[in-house]
Nanobody, 122 residues
Framework: QVQLVESGGGLVQAGGSLRLSCAASERTFITVRMGWFRQVPGKERELVARMTWNGGSTYYADSVKGRFTISRDNAENTVYLQMNSLKSEDTAVYYC???????????????WGTGTQVTVSS
């Protein structure tokens, strides 16, 4: 079973920066893509950014383009989210998501981290 371990959340003033990390515990699995979602109380979880492992193509939500950067460390099966110019509306619980499969021909499964709180004070 794959576990995703997140770190890097916290409290920051508006305009500041934070870097989130998410490491997948199972190194033998094949990673298809990893990404970050966020959720605030009363709202649906929304996709913030994601990256494919093969090729490194990226997607960003319009609300974070130009401020957030997703990157990866293939060897460590880790994905990062560098968040700059943070705004109060970025306050949320951030969840790591990974799409991984146990072998080349298996069907990939989706795994979630437990979430890390990001609070941006204005």
């Amino acid at each position: 079973q794959v576990q995703l371990v997140e770190s890097g959340g916290g409290l920051v003033q508006a305009g500041g920066s934070l870097r989130l990390s998410c490491a997948a515990s199972e190194r033998t699995f094949i990673t298809v893509r990893m990404g970050w979602f966020r959720q605030v109380p009363g709202k649906e979880r929304e996709l913030v950014a994601r990256m494919t492992w093969n090729g490194g193509s990226t997607y960003y939500a319009d609300s974070v383009k130009g401020r957030f950067t997703i990157s990866r460390d293939n060897a460590e099966n880790t994905v990062y989210l560098q968040m700059n110019s943070l705004k109060s509306e970025d306050t949320a619980v951030y969840y790591c998501q990974a799409l991984m499969k146990s072998s080349r021909f298996s069907v990939p499964n989706t795994y979630w981290g437990t979430g890390t709180q990001v609070t941006v004070s204005s």
